[in-house]
């Protein structure tokens, strides 16, 4: 959390012309609309605590099986543990989908608690911004679609040491799994968003379309 994964896969999407599916993003929405995924997400969320598996997992692979990612995307923020790991291979072979890369965004521990304090969010489209580090051209406003920024409830010291101590022993394990399938691509993720899109896209190769 707060290693600017959100950040990097908004850029990815827009230079691979992909479809972005951020199960946060999701969970975020279905709480605003008060769908029943929302409902039951909200106070896992609030906490910091991962959701369920079997909301996350179902959500997924409902929405991966969706039309129009047909011709790819890139998951931010699933798999977040091991069971999620394994059910996405599942998600993938039912619909014939080999999966390319995982990336793996790392970051000092001392810059997170600072990324993530200072971070805004937009309620619409999902962008994410910082106040000192990644500001909106016109304070307290998402750039792309002009809705006021707010501080995500779950952006609060509290309920950021969970995050991380869930992060520590359920998704750490998880970059174990892809190394050992050869999927695994290792970023620094101090530098400026701009550079680390760099690097990702020589490793990746360039808009393949
Ligand atoms: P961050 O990584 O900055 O915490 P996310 O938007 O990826 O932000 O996730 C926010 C919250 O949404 C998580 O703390 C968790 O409660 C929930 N969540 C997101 N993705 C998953 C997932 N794959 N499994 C379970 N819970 C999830
Ligand atoms: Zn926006």
């Not at 908004?10 to 993003?25: F, M, P, R, V, W």
């Not at 997170?112 to 051209?137: M, V």
Request: net charge neutral; with cysteine; glycine share 8%.
């Amino acid at each position: 959390p707060g290693a600017g994964k959100g950040t990097q896969a908004a850029l990815i999407k827009e230079a691979y012309n992909i479809k972005h599916i951020s199960t946060g993003d999701m969970f975020r929405k279905a709480i605003s609309e008060k769908t029943p995924t929302g409902i039951e997400a909200k106070s896992y969320i609030d906490q910091g605590k991962l959701v369920p598996d079997s909301v996350t997992n179902k959500l997924v692979r409902e929405r991966l099986s969706e039309k129009d990612c047909e011709n790819g995307f890139l998951l931010d923020g699933y798999p977040r543990n091991l069971a999620q790991a394994e059910e996405l291979d599942k998600i993938l072979k039912d619909l014939g989908i080999k999966l390319d890369a995982v990336i793996n965004v790392s970051v000092d521990d001392n810059f997170l608690i600072e990324r993530i304090t200072g971070r805004r969010t937009c309620t619409k489209c999902g962008a994410s911004y910082h106040i000192s580090f990644n500001k909106p051209k016109v304070e307290g406003i998402c750039d792309d679609c002009k809705t006021p920024l707010i501080s995500r409830v779950d952006d609060t010291k509290e309920s950021y040491e969970t995050r991380y101590n869930v992060y520590m022993t359920e998704t750490k394990p998880v970059i174990e799994y892809y190394k050992n399938l050869g999927k695994l691509i290792e970023i620094d993720g101090s530098k400026s968003p701009e550079e680390t899109l760099k690097v990702i896209e020589n490793i990746l190769g360039v808009n393949n379309g």
